[in-house]
């Protein structure tokens, strides 16, 4: 990508997706972690991590004042808290944004701010651990 030129929306949201799937596949947490589903699951709860992960970054939009970000995760919020099983699963979701004909900047800020946590929770633990913290 040329310096000035518009991000690529769509291989951003590609490898958000994929980042998605790699934070999801492996337990970086031991069983017992609030942020597991279940105290003897070693897997990640993946609705509540996609609710904590959108929960705070519509916080920081919302600070930040960037609306259509704020409008983008609310309605987001709305879907995933109308059924127990979103009609379109988070991948798909994240997918789908490059074509849902919201603001490219405010999509391309929304796609590389996930990436930076998603690309965060793939670090390997040393002296800092990784990069998915826990409260």
Known sequence: MSAGAPPDLGALAQRAAALWRVALSR??????CTCMGHFLIP???ARDMEADILDYMRGRYAAEGIGVLVALL????AGREATDIPAQPFRAWLLRLPDDG???T?????????LATL????RPAGPQGSGLICI
């Open 74 to 77: 609310d309605a987001r919020a």
């Open 106 to 114: 405010a999509v391309g800020r929304f796609l590389a701010d996930l």
């Open 119 to 122: 690309e965060s929770f793939d």
């Open 27 to 32: 337990p970086v947490h031991p069983a017992g």
């Open 102 to 104: 919201a603001d490219p």
């Open 43 to 45: 897997a990640m709860n």
